[in-house]
């Protein structure tokens, strides 16, 4: 049913540090690599080492520029589904298809009931869903479903394909619907943030912002300035090395 | 928003097959056209014909055609399940109201009741077009009180000026079937005159910042995009107009919607039949041609909040 369940206590998702993230696109790749064999599988890939390479990602890496001259900072942004608390893919459906889980918050799609009409990537702001043109139906995150519940991995890796490869530590999985959660506190440390709010579709996922720039030196031990080294080895060098400098320098 | 072929011509036509099978009965249940048998076949036929056509090409764009049925499922919520079991209901209404008309020749008693059942369900489906459109808060220019309106009014021109041509062509054209047809060409300036107003001068309210949560950090622009070719939402969504262009589509719509229909029918209803069939005829051409301009700018000019995160300026 399309109709969204009461909401739950649990809701599992992703907090990405904006801080960390290194740009590596690795859980990008690492997704692909896991969904194009899971829930979803395949994800299409259409002339992937050609000049036209397309297909199905659940995850985007963009990079943007926040603020102006010396002060603007690069920020690697992955972008994947939120897991809305409302989202508007699954009530625009009109198959019933999409769906969001009451026991943990997870939005899926039934590849058996999709008819593929694409109305749920036009509800998304997010550009979490990509059509899949070979099945003929939408795909997006499932929060790797088959990997978080699957009891034949070993527990710690049962966490989303990106989480598990993420070789910042950049990504952190867990239940934002529990205060008490280590990403839940992670968030409220760092003050995680919802994406475009103002569109009220109250995403799980949060984003943490770029810690703010060091202004002032740390207390390592090194002197504020350090005096120039070239003058004094010259010197020090004596006579002959001067000699062979402007023997070498002709 | 990419302007796919099918949605458009699916709309266009299914609006002026709404709009026509609405008028038909309307004026059939106030006798302002008699219950000939003919012209019911006729009228109740050309509406049918291009309500058929427009809702079968709205299955050309899906993945799985063959699973459509699965649509009339989720009218709790969705708007597009609630159009497909709208349009589908009003089959019903149609099947028995041809059959008053066309069989029976008349529409009176319970024959006026389907004809009224049926004129409220073309109206009401039309009204879920537009919802379908109006309730996608990712699209500004979409989300936008005159969006059903439009729908609305398009379906009520284009369907009234081939009403008006039957009409002509069956000699029951009057002072009220000429208005009828009339009135929605300056509705339809109206309504797209405040559409455009609106769309220029509110910006949607999400911004690259809050698209990224990096609020307080300074403007923010793209660097790096995140492939090298355009990805699917990129194709689907990322359609851009320049906006010179818009403007003269707008235009040659207005002259199109506005300006030739409604000089036609002023200046060639009251002449003689060789004459008045003629105008009647380009009047509806011009107009049809106009909700296709007209459809075609509502998905090229509409942004999509998404494409903030590939670079857009504003959504």
Redesign the interface.
């Known amino acids: 049913m399309t109709t969204l369940p009461p909401p739950g206590r649990k809701k599992l998702g992703l907090v990405i540090d904006l801080d960390t993230c290194v740009g590596c696109h690795a859980c990008a790749t690492n997704c692909k690599e896991w969904n194009t064999g899971g829930h979803s599988a395949p994800l299409p890939d259409h002339d992937p080492y050609g000049a036209d390479p397309n297909g199905v990602w659940f995850n985007r890496i963009h990079t943007f520029e926040a603020g102006e001259g010396t002060s603007s900072r690069t920020v690697h942004f992955p972008r994947s589904c939120l897991h809305c608390e409302t989202p508007a893919c699954v009530t625009v459906c009109p198959t019933g298809a999409s769906y969001k889980r009451e026991e943990d918050g997870i939005v899926l799609v039934n590849e058996d009931a999709c008819i593929g009409c694409k109305l749920c990537s036009w509800a998304c702001p997010y550009g979490a869903r990509e059509y899949d043109t070979d099945a003929g139906v939408m795909k997006k995150c499932t929060l790797c479903i088959d990997r978080i519940y699957n009891e034949n991995l070993p527990e710690a890796e049962r966490v989303p394909a990106c989480v598990a490869t993420c070789p910042a530590s950049a990504r952190h999985f867990g239940d934002l619907g529990d205060p008490d959660s280590d990403i839940s506190k992670l968030v409220a440390a760092r003050d995680g943030r919802e994406l475009m709010p103002e569109l009220n579709y109250k995403p799980v996922n949060r984003y943490l912002p770029p810690r703010p720039p060091k202004k002032e030196t740390g207390s390592t031990g090194a002197g504020a300035r350090l005096d120039p080294v070239t003058a004094q080895s010259a010197e020090g060098g004596g006579r002959f090395l001067r000699w062979v400098d402007r023997v070498l320098s002709r | 928003?990419h302007p796919a072929y099918s949605v458009i011509f699916f709309t266009t036509a299914s609006g002026a097959g709404y709009g026509l099978l609405a008028l038909m009965a309307i004026f059939g249940i106030l006798d302002g056209v008699p219950a000939d048998p003919w012209f019911g076949a006729i009228g109740l036929g050309l509406g049918t014909a291009l309500v058929t056509g427009g809702l079968l090409s709205s299955t050309f764009?899906?993945?799985?055609?063959e699973?459509?049925w699965?649509?009339y499922?989720?009218w709790?919520?969705?708007?597009?399940?609630r159009e497909?079991v709208l349009a589908t209901a009003t089959y019903v209404p149609l099947a028995l109201t041809a059959w008053g008309w066309i069989v029976e020749g008349s529409l009176d008693g319970a024959f006026g009741f389907f004809a009224a059942f049926l004129a409220i369900l073309c109206i009401l489906t039309v009204h879920a077009t537009g919802m379908?459109y109006a309730?996608?808060?990712?699209?500004h220019a979409w989300h936008n009180r005159m969006t059903v309106p439009g729908y609305l009014c398009f379906a009520w021109l284009t369907g009234g000026m081939w009403f008006q041509v039957l009409c002509q062509i069956f000699g029951y054209q009057s002072v009220w079937t000429a208005t009828i047809c009339m009135a929605p060409t300056v509705a339809v300036w109206l309504v797209k005159r405040k559409y455009w107003g609106s769309i220029e001068r509110t910006p949607g309210?999400?911004t690259?910042e809050?698209?990224?949560?990096?609020?307080?950090?300074?403007?923010?622009?793209?660097?790096?995009?995140?492939?090298?070719?355009e990805?699917?939402?990129q194709r689907?969504?990322g359609y851009h107009i320049a906006r010179k262009h818009a403007l003269s589509l707008r235009r040659i719509a207005w002259f199109t919607y506005f300006l030739i229909p409604f000089a036609l029918i002023v200046s060639t209803t009251e002449l003689d039949p060789w004459i008045a069939i003629p105008g009647a005829v380009l009047a509806a051409i011009s107009v049809s041609v106009s909700a296709v301009i007209e459809r075609w700018l509502f998905f090229a000019e509409a942004k999509?909040?998404?494409m903030l995160?590939?670079g857009a300026e504003a959504a």
Do not use: C
């Open positions: 928003m764009h899906l993945g799985h055609p699973r459509a699965r649509a499922t989720q709790k919520s969705s708007w597009l399940s497909g379908i309730t996608l808060r990712t699209i309210p999400v690259r809050s698209a990224t949560g990096l609020e307080g950090m300074g403007p923010v622009r793209l660097l790096d995009p995140p492939t090298t070719t990805n699917f939402v689907e969504m999509h909040a998404v995160y590939y």
